[in-house]
């Protein structure tokens, strides 16, 4: 069993940043592949960034390319997404995942493990 717990949402202007954290508890977290995934009202959950458990192949969804990076800190057990340039359209909630090396990383069903999420609000 893995724990997830995010934090570091909030409320930022349009241009704007924010860093994510979502810290792991109870099995090795190193032995885990890392995603982000996002759900605005109304619509599906989607992929945001993915990380493999090396740290070593990242992922990220066409829409937050250049703007959005993923990390890892393994002796800390935490995963970090440091988000810049934010526009209205980012604004969900944000749910970290951990998953056993994911096929496909950017695919939610990919994920066993999820946190509760944490708020993102973008203002124009």
């Known amino acids: 069993q893995v724990q997830l717990v995010e934090s570091g949402g909030g409320l930022v202007q349009a241009g704007g940043s924010l860093r994510l954290s979502c810290a792991a508890s109870?099995?090795?977290?190193?032995?885990?592949?890392m995603g982000w995934f996002r759900q605005a009202p109304g619509k599906e959950r989607e992929f945001v960034s993915g990380?493999?458990?090396?740290?070593?192949?990242?992922y990220y969804a066409d829409s937050v390319k250049g703007r959005f990076t993923i990390s890892r800190n393994n002796a800390k057990n935490t995963v970090y997404l440091q988000m810049i340039s934010l526009k209205p359209e980012d604004t969900a909630v944000y749910y970290c995942?951990?998953?056993?090396?994911?096929?496909?990383?950017?695919?939610?069903?990919?994920?066993?493990?999820w946190g509760q999420g944490t708020q993102v609000t973008v203002s124009s």
């Open positions: 990380l493999s458990w090396t740290g070593s192949s990242t």
């Open positions: 109870g099995r090795t977290f190193s032995n885990y592949a």
């Open positions: 995942a951990a998953g056993v090396s994911p096929v496909t990383p950017s695919s939610k069903y990919e994920y066993r493990y």
